[in-house]
């Protein structure tokens, strides 16, 4: 009796999970991919489709092929600003790339250290930059080097050097350059972080066998951390690139979406607001903003596709 | 027995109580809907306290049923913010109008409607309305409320001090400017390159229309007789680049509203300047202030003075309320709100043909170069800017590089000339 009444059960429970579909599955998998869909996948496709088109004056709008595209890469007064935009776009990510990712990895050896006292305290305060709003960061950093009242200009008089100072934000040779640096003082914090959580996670019995075996604390950090350590640096280097290649809020709100002088701190984000919101007179174009949004697109996907195929596949994941 | 039917008449008693408090929310509604609301657009937040306890009240007494509310985004915003409300059908009933193109832009798409039949646009003139207009002239699309007149403020006091007098022609006023350098306590000219339109519209539009003769120089670049090259308006650009030397330190980096500060805390002596500056100062400044009109050329020359129709609004084609909309911008053109608008934000000058006496001494000296002078509007506005590149764009580009020293006069010229021609047929020639 016993025995009857487990194989039935058995046999019930067994035979229909095997063909039934993993419900269970898609019904985890919905939420997020509901979510994805409706808040970033539609819009990205809408985004495409919409750079196809161009639209008249009464509003109207019809289907052009690429024509938007050939008009952001032929057409001078186009093609001209596209490319500012990229070139400084670039450099804007290359001084995040050194500047901003050395210090983070240099702040991260510091923090680090085996006997340093407050190192929590460091660590927040290193890190509150990055939850600050822009608009309060730029307002800061104008102020500070506001070569009126800014704190700035009267800090380097008081040690000798006020000749040093000039009006850096706006200056076309410097503005770039000042407004990467404010960029950078922001999201320090970041890759500080990231690459802490990477160097704890070394296990100490690597190091103790590297000083055993004689070697000083710089080959400690070039032969057995830093090797270590290079996913997490790879992932940092992909995560600075696509925020770079979005950024938009600091230059507007320190050099307004005109992103002066002379388009100097104008980078893809700026210059697509231009181009899809308008400005003064300049009136928007939503289908032209969707093409230089999918260009953006495009750009950022390359860089991706290079990182993932270039150098994550040859980075090898150390598990202790 | 006795529980059933109770539960049947509380059953009962709920229903009713449901429609009840239905029908209430829909007569709410619909007393609503009778007392019109209407939601004005704006990027005059600076304003809001003026709408909202001056105007509005006014508009009230007379027509106490309609309601309004006053709802402003900041000025750099405020054209993204309301086509992204216009697109979405959330946008206000009232549209403030951004002068010429943008608001065309707008009544092309079928966002504002026609206001031709609306009472008061009667008491405009042709000028006022331009801005407002089709280019043939013959629908309006949105009411005008108020121009703004560029000049210079000074600061009296530094200037009775140093014993100045208020320049009438360009050289005379360098020579103001010299001797307030050689003083050397003060800044001579208030202005920065960084915001770049203080650089085209405080100074290029400002002193330019003496140059190229106002309505006269303004028309003959839109027919193509006049080109950016031509000597009043490389003139213009040279004249601007002299101001260098007199401009505060580092004013590259110079802000609007650092200028702001820099006139009204006393340090700078002179300040190009827009009419709206006037109520700002009013607040701020706690030294006597007056306005001088842009110099002449030469002594004697006609004077010309940039007027510019600034300000307009227009009904929103989409707004539930269209007749309590048309009965708002009824008013707006009538003298009472000229008297009002004109008194509580002196700098904002109405365009209606009533006369209106303006309190403040100094808006009152502002709008008295009218009686003077010749009005023109910025030449960059009116069809010039309808191109890629953008003509306006250009000129604070060019305008902020030449004050910077990074660019020569006739190489701002050629530039805004070239990307003129670059679309434009009438200079392509």
């Known amino acids: 009796m016993t025995d009857l009444t487990a194989s039935s059960v058995q046999s019930t429970d067994v035979v229909p999970a095997r063909s039934r579909f993993p419900i269970h599955i898609a019904v985890f998998l919905a939420p997020a991919l509901a979510i994805y869909t409706l808040f970033s996948i539609y819009p990205l496709i809408d985004t495409i489709r919409l750079s196809l088109y161009a639209g008249d004056e009464t509003g109207a709008r019809s289907f052009v092929g690429l024509q938007n595209f050939e008009t952001l890469l032929m057409d001078p007064n186009w093609s001209g600003q596209f490319w500012n935009a990229l070139t400084n776009n670039l450099i804007f990510f290359a001084i995040h790339m050194v500047v901003q990712n050395g210090i983070g990895l240099g702040l991260a050896m510091l923090l680090s250290l085996p006997r340093l006292t407050g190192g929590s305290v460091y660590r927040t305060l290193i890190f509150l930059p990055t939850m600050l709003s822009v608009v309060i960061i730029g307002f800061i950093w104008q102020l500070i080097l506001n070569p009126l009242w800014g704190i700035a200009p009267s800090l380097l008089k008081a040690v000798g050097l006020g000749g040093l100072f000039g009006p850096w934000l706006g200056q076309e040779s410097t503005a770039l ?6 960029s950078v003082w922001q999201f320090v914090g970041i890759p500080m972080m990231l690459i802490y959580a990477a160097l704890l996670n070394i296990p100490d019995d690597l190091l103790d066998a590297a000083t055993v075996d004689g070697a000083g604390p710089f080959s400690v950090f070039w032969f057995v951390r830093l090797p270590l350590i290079l996913p997490t640096l790879g992932v940092v280097s992909i995560l600075t690139f696509v925020a770079n290649f979005n950024a938009f809020d600091l230059i507007y709100a320190i050099k307004g979406a005109l992103a002066g002088p002379n388009f100097s701190t104008d980078i893809l984000g700026t210059f697509f607001y231009r181009t899809f919101f308008g400005f003064q007179l300049q009136v928007g174009s939503p289908t032209m903003g969707a093409a230089v949004a999918t260009a953006m697109l495009i750009i950022i996907l390359i860089g991706i596709l290079i990182y993932l195929f270039g150098v994550q596949r040859r980075l090898q994941r150390h598990t202790f | 027995m006795k529980t059933l039917h109770s539960k049947a008449f509380r059953r009962r008693a709920g229903q009713l109580l449901a429609t009840a408090s239905v029908v209430a929310a829909a007569l709410a509604f619909a007393n609503a809907a009778s007392a019109q609301t209407l939601t004005i657009e704006s990027w005059r937040n600076d304003d809001a306290e003026v709408w909202n306890n001056k105007i509005i009240p006014a508009f009230n007494k007379k027509h106490p049923n ?23 059908g959330t946008a206000g009933d009232l549209i403030t109008c951004r002068p010429f193109d943008a608001s065309l832009d ?21 000028v006022a309305k331009s801005a407002w207009s089709t280019d043939d002239g013959k629908t309006t699309f949105c009411m005008p409320m108020a121009s703004v007149i560029h000049g210079f403020v000074y600061n009296k006091e530094i200037f009775d001090e140093l014993k100045l007098t208020p320049p009438k022609t360009m050289a005379e006023f360098h020579a103001v400017l010299d001797k307030i350098k050689a003083d050397g306590k003060y800044t001579p000219i208030a202005m920065g390159t960084a915001d770049q339109w203080e650089a085209a519209t405080m100074g290029f539009q400002n002193i330019g229309v003496n140059y190229w003769k106002g309505e006269e ?26 101001w260098a030397p007199y401009m505060g330190d580092g004013y590259k980096a110079q802000k609007y ?35 001088f009109a842009p110099p002449v050329v030469n002594a004697g020359d006609k004077c010309y003075i940039s007027d510019h129709t600034d300000i307009a609004l227009g009904i929103n084609a989409k707004s539930q309320n269209m007749e309590a909309a048309k009965t708002f911008l009824s008013w707006l053109a009538s003298p009472e709100f000229a008297e009002i608008y004109a008194n509580e934000l002196p700098g ?12 403040d001494p100094v808006a009152a000296k502002f709008v008295g170069w009218r009686g003077d002078c010749e009005s023109s509007i910025r030449n960059s506005y009116q069809i010039l800017s309808r191109g890629t590149p953008n003509l306006e764009n250009e000129l604070w580009n060019v305008s902020a590089q030449v004050m910077n020293g990074t660019m020569k006069p006739e190489e701002a010229a050629k530039k805004v000339e070239d990307g003129l021609a670059s679309w434009y047929e009438p200079h392509k020639k």
């Open chain 1, 177 to 182: 350059l000042t407004v990467s640096l404010i």
């Open chain 2, 66 to 88: 309609i309601k309004v509310q006053f709802k402003a985004d900041p000025p750099t915003e405020y054209n993204a913010a309301l086509n992204a409300r216009l697109a979405g």
């Open chain 2, 106 to 126: 707008l009544f092309k798409k079928g966002n504002l409607v026609s206001i031709n039949d609306v009472k008061g646009i009667e008491n405009f003139s042709d």
């Open chain 2, 217 to 242: 120089g303004r028309k003959a670049l839109i027919e193509g007789k006049q080109k950016f090259t031509d000597k009043p308006y490389v003139d213009t650009f040279k004249e601007l680049a002299s």
């Open chain 2, 257 to 291: 509203p650092d200028t702001q500060n820099l006139f009204t805390l006393g340090r700078a002596a002179i300040y190009p300047a827009g009419s709206w500056d006037v109520p700002i100062f009013r607040k701020q400044a706690d030294f006597e202030f007056d306005a």
């Open chain 2, 348 to 359: 904002f000058f109405p365009l209606s043909k009533a006369k209106v006496e303006v309190k």
